[in-house]
C-alpha cells in the first residue's frame, strides 16, 4: 500500500508499505478511498513533535470500506462503508506505524454504503 511517511521535520515521502493483516479479535482493516492529513499531522511535518519519530505513517483521518474483521468484530463487516476519524492510535510491531483503534461505520438506511 502507499502510506505518506514522515522523514524528520519538513521530510516527508510516499513509500510502500506492506498490507496490514488481523493481529487481533477486535481489529478491522479499511481500504482507504480518501484521506487527508490533520493539524496533528501539520505540526508533526514542521518538527513542533519531538516525539515522533520519523517512519510514522500520517494520515489517519479518511473513508473507506471495511476489509477484512477479526473474529471478535460483530458490529459491521466486510463491505461495509467506515470513516476512520478517533484520535487514539496504536503503535505497529515495528514502533514506526499507527493505526485508528475505532472505527466508526457508515450506513445508508438498508444497505451498505
Given at each position: 500500500?502507499?502510506?505518506?511517511?514522515?522523514?524528520?521535520?519538513?521530510?516527508?515521502?510516499?513509500?510502500?508499505?506492506?498490507?496490514?493483516?488481523?493481529?487481533?479479535?477486535?481489529?478491522?482493516?479499511?481500504?482507504?478511498?480518501k484521506t487527508t492529513i490533520c493539524g496533528t499531522d501539520l505540526h508533526i511535518l514542521k518538527?513542533?513533535?519531538?516525539?515522533?519519530?520519523?517512519?510514522?505513517?500520517?494520515?489517519?483521518?479518511?473513508?473507506?470500506?471495511?476489509?477484512?474483521?477479526?473474529?471478535?468484530?460483530?458490529?459491521?463487516?466486510?463491505?461495509?462503508?467506515?470513516?476512520?476519524?478517533?484520535?487514539?492510535?496504536?503503535?505497529?510491531?515495528?514502533?514506526?506505524?499507527?493505526?485508528?483503534?475505532?472505527?466508526?461505520?457508515?450506513?445508508?438506511?438498508?444497505?451498505?454504503?
Amino acid at each position: 500500500m502507499k502510506a505518506l511517511v514522515y522523514g524528520g521535520p519538513g521530510l516527508k515521502a510516499i513509500e510502500d508499505r506492506p498490507t496490514p493483516e488481523i493481529q487481533a479479535p477486535g481489529d478491522a482493516i479499511v481500504k482507504m478511498v480518501k484521506t487527508t492529513i490533520c493539524g496533528t499531522d501539520l505540526h508533526i511535518l514542521k518538527g513542533d513533535v519531538a516525539t515522533c519519530a520519523a517512519g510514522r505513517i500520517l494520515g489517519h483521518e479518511g473513508v473507506g470500506l471495511v476489509d477484512s474483521v477479526g473474529a471478535g468484530v460483530t458490529a459491521f463487516h466486510p463491505g461495509d462503508g467506515a470513516t476512520t476519524v478517533s484520535p487514539k492510535f496504536r503503535f505497529g510491531a515495528d514502533g514506526l506505524s499507527s493505526t485508528p483503534t475505532h472505527v466508526r461505520v457508515l450506513r445508508c438506511g438498508y444497505r451498505r454504503c
